[in-house]
C-alpha cells in the first residue's frame, strides 16, 4: 500500500465546497486549483450532498492527486447548527444517501420564508434571486442569498450579509432543524467513513454544551476535529488542539474554500498540524483513491 510520508507535515486540505452545494466552482475547477496550489491530499465536502464526489474523484485521479470523499452534514445540538464532516466513506451507501436527501428537504421551504422576511424588510425578489447563484435545486444555502444581497448593493460583501442579515434575531433567519448528531455520526460510519466535527470555534454553545457536543459525539463513534482551518485564527488552532488531545480525537486539516471572490483561505493555504496531534489521514490511509 502507498504511504504518506512524512504524515504530519503534509499538504492536506479536507473542507471545500463545489456548486454542487454553495461553492462558486464545479469539482473539477477545485481539483485543478488544489493541484495548483500544491494540495497533496484532497477532499471535496459539499453540504448536505455527496452528488459532486465522483466527479471529484475523476478528476483528481486524472491530475494525479490523491482523493478522499467527503461532505459536510448539517445538525443541530442544543439547538445550535453544528456542522459534521464525513471522510473517506462510500459515496454510494444507501444510508448515507438517503439520510443526506432527508437533512436537504425543508431547504427550498425556509428559502421562501427567508425571502417573505427580506421582503417585508423592504428587499424584494430574493428567492428568485438566490436561485440564479444555485447549483443544485435541493441546495438553495443562505450564501446564495448572500450573493444575491451583494448583487444588488444592500451589502459590500457576503461577511456583511451575515452580520446584518441572515443569522439569529437578523431579518432573513429562520430557524432550521437540521440531522440529528447521532443520526450523521451512524450514516457516515455506516457507510465506512470518519465523523469529524467541523470548525468547533463557530459555535455558539455555552462550555456545558461544548463538553456535551463533544462527549455525545465520540458516545456515537465520532473520531475527528478541525483543528486547522479557514475559520479558525491560530489562537483557535492552538485551543482545538488541545481539546482534541483531551478527548482522543484525530485533528483535521482544511481551508472550507467556497469561491475565489469570497473565501479567505485559499485551497492548501493553512498552516500544518501541530505535530503532536494524530492527523485523521494516518486513520484513513486504506480509503485514500490514488490515481
Ligand atoms: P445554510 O446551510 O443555508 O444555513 O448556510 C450556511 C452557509 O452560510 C455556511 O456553510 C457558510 O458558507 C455561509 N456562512 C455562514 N455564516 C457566514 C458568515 N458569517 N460569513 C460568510 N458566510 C457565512
Ligand atoms: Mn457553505
Ligand atoms: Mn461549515
Ligand atoms: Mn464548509
Given at each position: 500500500m502507498k504511504t504518506l510520508t512524512p504524515t504530519g507535515i503534509l499538504n492536506a486540505d479536507l473542507h471545500c465546497h463545489s456548486v454542487v452545494s454553495d461553492g462558486t466552482l464545479t469539482p473539477e475547477q477545485l481539483a485543478q486549483r488544489a493541484k495548483t496550489n500544491g494540495?497533496?491530499?484532497?477532499?471535496?465536502?459539499?453540504?448536505?450532498?455527496?452528488?459532486?464526489?465522483?466527479?471529484?474523484?475523476?478528476?483528481?485521479?486524472?491530475?494525479?492527486?490523491?482523493?478522499?470523499?467527503?461532505?459536510?452534514?448539517?445538525?443541530?445540538?442544543?439547538?445550535?447548527?453544528?456542522?459534521?464532516?464525513?471522510?473517506?466513506?462510500?459515496?454510494?451507501?444507501?444510508?448515507?444517501?438517503?439520510?443526506?436527501?432527508?437533512?436537504?428537504?425543508?431547504?427550498?421551504?425556509?428559502?421562501?420564508?427567508?425571502?417573505?422576511?427580506?421582503?417585508?424588510?423592504?428587499?424584494?425578489?430574493?428567492?428568485?434571486?438566490?436561485?440564479?447563484?444555485?447549483?443544485?435545486?435541493?441546495?438553495?444555502?443562505?450564501?446564495?442569498?448572500?450573493?444575491?444581497?451583494?448583487?444588488?448593493?444592500?451589502?459590500?460583501?457576503?461577511?456583511?450579509?451575515?452580520?446584518?442579515?441572515?443569522?439569529?434575531?437578523?431579518?432573513?433567519?429562520?430557524?432550521?432543524?437540521?440531522?440529528?448528531?447521532?443520526?450523521?455520526?451512524?450514516?457516515?460510519r455506516e457507510a465506512g467513513g470518519m465523523a469529524i466535527i467541523a470548525h468547533p470555534a463557530r459555535y455558539d454553545h455555552s462550555p456545558t454544551a461544548e463538553y456535551a457536543l463533544f462527549t455525545e459525539f465520540i458516545a456515537h463513534g465520532g473520531q475527528g476535529v478541525e483543528v486547522v482551518t479557514g475559520s479558525h485564527s491560530a489562537a483557535e488552532a492552538i485551543q482545538y488542539a488541545d481539546m482534541a488531545l483531551e478527548f482522543g480525537l484525530a485533528a483535521s486539516r482544511g481551508s472550507d474554500f467556497h469561491s475565489p471572490e469570497e473565501s479567505h483561505t485559499d485551497l492548501g493555504a493553512l498552516p500544518h498540524l501541530q505535530g503532536k496531534l494524530t492527523p485523521v489521514w494516518e486513520l484513513l490511509a486504506d480509503r485514500i483513491h490514488w490515481h
Amino acid at each position: 500500500m502507498k504511504t504518506l510520508t512524512p504524515t504530519g507535515i503534509l499538504n492536506a486540505d479536507l473542507h471545500c465546497h463545489s456548486v454542487v452545494s454553495d461553492g462558486t466552482l464545479t469539482p473539477e475547477q477545485l481539483a485543478q486549483r488544489a493541484k495548483t496550489n500544491g494540495v497533496e491530499l484532497w477532499a471535496l465536502t459539499d453540504h448536505d450532498e455527496v452528488g459532486g464526489q465522483h466527479r471529484a474523484m475523476a478528476a483528481a485521479s486524472a491530475l494525479g492527486l490523491p482523493y478522499l470523499t467527503g461532505v459536510e452534514v448539517s445538525v443541530t445540538f442544543a439547538s445550535v447548527t453544528v456542522h459534521i464532516v464525513g471522510l473517506g466513506f462510500d459515496p454510494d451507501h444507501p444510508a448515507l444517501v438517503q439520510g443526506l436527501a432527508q437533512t436537504r428537504g425543508g431547504r427550498d421551504q425556509r428559502a421562501q420564508e427567508m425571502a417573505d422576511q427580506l421582503a417585508a424588510v423592504g428587499i424584494k425578489g430574493a428567492y428568485d434571486g438566490a436561485l440564479k447563484y444555485v447549483g443544485n435545486p435541493e441546495l438553495i444555502s443562505r450564501t446564495h442569498f448572500a450573493r444575491f444581497l451583494v448583487e444588488t448593493g444592500v451589502c459590500q460583501d457576503t461577511n456583511e450579509v451575515f452580520r446584518r442579515f441572515l443569522t439569529e434575531n437578523k431579518p432573513g433567519f429562520v430557524p432550521h432543524r437540521w440531522a440529528k448528531l447521532g443520526d450523521a455520526v451512524r450514516w457516515i460510519r455506516e457507510a465506512g467513513g470518519m465523523a469529524i466535527i467541523a470548525h468547533p470555534a463557530r459555535y455558539d454553545h455555552s462550555p456545558t454544551a461544548e463538553y456535551a457536543l463533544f462527549t455525545e459525539f465520540i458516545a456515537h463513534g465520532g473520531q475527528g476535529v478541525e483543528v486547522v482551518t479557514g475559520s479558525h485564527s491560530a489562537a483557535e488552532a492552538i485551543q482545538y488542539a488541545d481539546m482534541a488531545l483531551e478527548f482522543g480525537l484525530a485533528a483535521s486539516r482544511g481551508s472550507d474554500f467556497h469561491s475565489p471572490e469570497e473565501s479567505h483561505t485559499d485551497l492548501g493555504a493553512l498552516p500544518h498540524l501541530q505535530g503532536k496531534l494524530t492527523p485523521v489521514w494516518e486513520l484513513l490511509a486504506d480509503r485514500i483513491h490514488w490515481h
